[in-house]
C-alpha cells in the first residue's frame, strides 16, 4: 500500500506520514519544496492544485485544501479517481462553503471517502505566541468556548481512516472538552511561565484586522460564529476515542507541548 500525503510538512501533515510510516505503510508526499520533506518517504515536487504526477501508483490520500475558496478543486482531486480520500474538512462543512464544496468534489470521484471535520485545530492559537508572552492577548468574544483538537488526534484519525476501512464515514473531531478563549489564553501563559490574560477587542478592529487576513465574507462569518458560541459552546465528540482507542488529548496537554 502506498498513501500519498499532502500538507506533509504542516501541523497535521507530518504526524500523518510519521503514523503511516509506524504503521509500515509506503508513503509518498507532495511539497514544494523537497528539502523540507520528511525522511525515509518518495517525495514529488509540485502543488496541490496539479496531482497528477504524485497520484500515480498511489492507493489513498490524505488530501487538504488550503484555501478560502473552492475554485479548481474538481480538476485537482480528478487524478484521484477511485482512491481511498481521507479530507481533512470542517465542521462547517455541514452548511456547505468551501469544505462543503470540497467534500462534494471528492464524493463525485470515489466512493471510498472519510471526511474528518474538525471544530478548529489547536494550532491556530499560535496565532496568539507574541501576544502571550507580552502577558496580554486581544481578540473578540473572550467567553466564546471551543473544543480545539490536537493536531496529533487529528493525525491518527487520518492514519487509521487511511489503513482500515472507515468507507463513506465523516466524524466529528474535537477535543475532550470546550473552554473559553479567555481560559486558554491563560492555560498558554501557564505553559510559558507568565501569565497571560485576554483582553477584549472591539468587534470593528478585530473585524478590520480578519478582511485583511481572509477576506469579508470569511471574516463576517468567523465574528458570528464566534459570537454564537458564547452562549452554545463548540460540541464535544467522542469520536477521536471511538476511533483510535484513546481519548483526546486536552487543550492544556498541547499548550505545555507548544509553548513551554
Do not use: C
Amino acid at each position: 500500500m502506498t498513501v500519498l500525503v499532502t500538507g506533509a510538512t504542516g501541523h497535521t501533515g507530518r504526524h500523518v506520514v510519521s503514523g503511516l510510516a509506524d504503521a509500515g505503510v509506503r508513503v509518498r508526499v507532495l511539497v514544494r519544496d523537497p528539502g523540507k520533506a520528511p525522511e525515509g518517504v518518495d517525495v514529488v515536487r509540485g502543488d496541490i492544485t496539479d496531482l497528477a504526477e504524485a497520484a500515480q501508483g498511489v492507493d489513498a490520500v490524505y488530501l487538504l485544501w488550503p484555501f478560502f475558496d473552492a475554485t479548481g478543486i474538481e480538476g485537482a482531486v480528478e487524478p484521484l479517481k477511485g482512491k481511498k480520500i481521507v479530507y481533512l474538512s470542517a465542521m462547517s462543512a455541514e452548511q456547505g462553503g468551501v469544505w462543503g464544496d470540497v467534500e462534494k468534489a471528492v464524493q463525485k470521484v470515489t466512493d471510498d471517502w472519510t471526511f474528518l471535520r474538525v471544530t478548529g485545530l489547536a494550532t491556530n492559537t499560535l496565532g496568539w505566541a507574541e501576544q502571550a508572552n507580552n502577558g496580554v492577548v486581544r481578540g473578540p468574544f473572550g467567553q466564546a468556548k471551543r473544543s480545539l483538537v490536537h493536531e496529533r488526534d487529528v493525525a491518527d484519525m487520518a492514519v487509521k481512516a487511511l489503513t482500515s476501512d472507515h468507507a463513506e464515514q465523516t466524524y466529528l473531531v474535537t477535543g475532550p472538552e470546550a473552554i473559553t478563549q479567555a481560559e486558554q489564553v491563560r492555560l498558554i501563559g501557564d505553559a510559558l511561565g507568565t501569565p497571560a490574560v485576554w483582553e477584549e477587542q472591539p468587534i470593528a478592529e478585530a473585524k478590520s484586522e480578519l478582511i485583511r487576513q481572509m477576506g469579508a465574507e470569511f471574516a463576517a462569518g468567523a465574528l458570528d460564529y464566534w459570537a454564537s458560541l458564547v452562549e452554545e459552546p463548540e460540541p464535544v465528540s467522542l469520536d477521536v476515542v471511538n476511533v483510535t482507542g484513546h481519548p483526546a488529548r486536552p487543550f492544556e496537554d498541547w499548550a505545555r507541548e507548544h509553548f513551554s
